[in-house]
């Protein structure tokens, strides 16, 4: 059954641990989740505005998710950004839909 909801962990900078209802009806992504919820400074995520051309969304996924494979220019990108872990997506190329439910994930340091 669709939900219009689902339950995500996100885990800030500063290690701080929010449980959040992120809706999968709206067309978001885990960037523009994060950036609504105001879990970092206004300014420090999304930086590019969604177009995978600064990292500054740069996350860490710790569940063990089947996510979409990463894009040319995501795998690009990452490639040149800093604190890259073996986890490591841009949470602007991951869209909210129902097969996030109970996604853990940590936003990367700032640059």
């Known amino acids: 059954m669709d ?3 689902v339950k995500i962990h996100i885990t800030d ?3 701080l641990s929010h449980l959040i209802d992120a809706p999968t009806d709206m067309g978001m992504n885990l960037m523009e989740v994060i950036r609504s919820y105001e879990l970092e400074d206004e300014g420090t995520v ?3 505005g969604g177009m995978s051309m600064c990292a500054s969304c740069q996350c860490y996924i710790n569940s063990p998710h089947d996510l979409k494979i990463p894009s040319q220019e995501e795998r690009l990108m990452l490639s040149e950004a800093f604190n890259i872990q073996e986890n490591s ?3 602007c190329q ?3 839909s129902n097969d996030l ?3 853990k994930l940590t936003i990367a340091p700032g640059e």
Request: one cysteine or more; glycine letters at 16%; charged letters at 20%.
């Open 3 to 5: 939900k219009s909801t």
């Open 13 to 15: 900078r500063s290690g």
């Open 46 to 48: 999304g930086i590019c």
């Open 89 to 91: 997506r841009l949470s």
């Open 94 to 96: 991951i869209f909210i």
């Open 101 to 103: 439910d109970g996604l």
